[in-house]
T-cell receptor, first 117, second 111 residues
Framework: GENVEQHPSTLSVQEGDSAVIKCTYSDSASNYFPWYKQELGKGPQLIID?????GEKKDQRIAVTLNKTAKHFSLHITETQPEDSAVYFCAATRGFDRGSTLGRLYFGRGTQLTVWP | ETGVTQTPRHLVMGMTNKKSLKCEQH?????MYWYKQSAKKPLELMFV???????ENNSVPSRFSPECPNSSHLFLHLHTLQPEDSALYLC??????????FGPGTRLTVT
């Protein structure tokens, strides 16, 4: 099955700086890569995702890049704010086949991001 | 109410107890999932239901028993659990197999 590695496990930045979290995956057939943010006491929340037919996607201060050749993808947060502090998870999946395990999400171990004011 | 809700939010149970976790999704999705989240580990997929039919049981011990009476509700029945089963249990739903939306979780402590 798919293996997703995520680094770093912890990341501390000053408010206003940028933060980058990187993930690698093993299954070259994976084609969908979501990122989740989990705040204390809450479930993971989908914040951005990217499909394998694009190399980059942006949504305000967050962006995700994908390098299919190298099988890695990254989350970029610019102008960080204290409310960005949370655990971030990357995930990968092959796709959308109903009734099969091909659509199963494989998660990284998470990155604890702390933004200091 | 919108999104994915879970009850109870916190549960403490003894190893001989029987309890159930409940999940409800208000998003019109047709797939629902149970995950286990333990410290320092990736999210562990436990069960998947698609159109009320269980399509995956990820080698979960029989002391965990899922039930999906309809596409909006999902239960996890618990009995004779072990202390190592203490974790955050998350429910999620999706319309297809990728964009999963999570509930807030049930923090389970087995004493």
């Amino acid at each position: 099955g798919e293996n997703v590695e995520q680094h770093p496990s912890t990341l501390s930045v000053q408010e206003g700086d940028s933060a980058v979290i990187k993930c690698t995956y093993s299954d070259s057939a994976s084609n969908y890569f979501p990122w989740y943010k989990q705040e204390l006491g809450k479930g993971p929340q989908l914040i951005i995702d990217i499909r394998s037919n694009v190399g980059e996607k942006k949504d305000q201060r967050i962006a995700v890049t994908l390098n299919k050749t190298a099988k890695h993808f990254s989350l970029h947060i610019t102008e960080t704010q204290p409310e960005d502090s949370a655990v971030y998870f990357c995930a990968a999946t092959r796709g959308f086949d109903r009734g099969s395990t091909l659509g199963r999400l494989y998660f990284g171990r998470g990155t604890q991001l702390t933004v200091w004011p | 109410e919108t999104g994915v809700t879970q009850t109870p939010r916190h549960l403490v149970m003894g190893m001989t107890n029987k309890k159930s976790l409940k999940c409800e999704q208000h998003l019109g999705h047709n797939a629902m999932y149970w995950y286990k989240q333990s410290a320092k580990k990736p999210l562990e997929l436990m069960f998947v239901y698609n159109f009320k039919e269980q399509t995956e049981n990820n080698s979960v011990p029989s002391r965990f028993s899922p039930e999906c009476p309809n596409s909006s509700h999902l239960f996890l029945h618990l009995h004779t659990l072990q202390p190592e089963d203490s974790a955050l249990y998350l429910c999620a739903s999706s319309q297809d197999w990728s964009e999963q939306y999570f509930g807030p979780g049930t923090r389970l402590t087995v004493t």
